[in-house]
């Protein structure tokens, strides 16, 4: 199975293609270095995900909680979480890997293990940080450089399924006892408020947006708006939109023989000068310095 480097999000990053609808997993080596502000900007999706940090460091923040990783260390993040992960050091580059419930979920229940699916269905913990040098931590940093390293497609997805259900098992080891809480009903409310501004963005990004319009997806106010985006993606709205047509232009630039002027109106800049500037701030060359260069191939 080829590894993705995973340059942009998706319109819609919560549908996901897959190579094997039967077997919804997909991976992705993420380097931080090709994203805007060497960031990867906040969304969600239904799947849940799992980061190797394999060199540098990496900031996640998720659900509006920031947590750093060194390399060697691992991330899980729930399905259904808001996340974002923004370098802290030069060349840092992660592998991850992401994987629809359903199957983890079919497979327990076909063995009379539902109760060890519970994480999944009740989203809970949002995040966890694995420890390397715990026996369990170890082994599930050791399954993960195991699909990375591969590069066989011999019985691919037995390989991947054994590698998944050990990652699995030790995570069920490690995450913390279930307790009843109640959840905390404002971060909820501005956790789905967020999910329909990233939503409305993505749609439209294409088009000329504005603050109000931003905020009226959600159906909340202005100040509102910018609290949401400030607790939960580090980000303004605007800075929001801008990276994620960034994004979206790099696809363009590596995937078409678009124009840089058409590239520059289809993501939704009404200004070559500014669009070329801006891409030039972050990428360190212009568009088409990026195309020629051809540094990512998708």
Known sequence: MEKILDLSLNDQREELDYENER?????????????????????WHPEFELHLILRGSIEFRVEGNSVQLKSGQVIYIAPNSIHTARALTENSLSYNIIILPDLLTGFLQSINRVQDSRPL???????????P??????????????LYYSNT??????????????????????FPKQV????????????????????????NYMQSITINEIAESSNISKSEC???????????????????????????LL?????????????GFNNTSYFA????TQYGMTPKEYRTNNLVAF
């Open 133 to 146: 040098d715990a026996k369990e931590g170890y082994n599930i940093a050791e399954s993960l450089r195991k």
């Open 277 to 280: 500037k801006k891409f030039k």
């Open 226 to 252: 910018f609290r949401c985006f400030s607790t939960l993606s580090e980000m303004t709205p605007m800075e929001y939109l801008n990276n994620y047509r960034l994004m979206q232009a790099c696809k363009l």
């Open 121 to 131: 269905n009740t989203l809970k913990p949002d995040y966890f940080i694995v420890d």
């Open 180 to 203: 009843m809480t109640v959840e905390d009903p404002h971060a909820a409310l501005q956790s789905e408020r967020m999910k329909a501004m990233i939503d409305f963005i993505h749609q």
């Open 153 to 174: 497609n011999d019985y691919q997805e037995l390989f991947l399924f054994e590698n998944l259900l050990a990652i699995w098992r030790n995570l069920l080891l490690v």
């Open 255 to 267: 995937n078409t023989n678009d124009s840089m002027t058409d590239i520059c109106f289809q993501t």
């Open 23 to 43: 077997f919804p997993f997909r991976e992705y080596i993420d380097n931080y270095d090709h994203f805007p502000e060497q960031c990867f900007p906040a969304h």
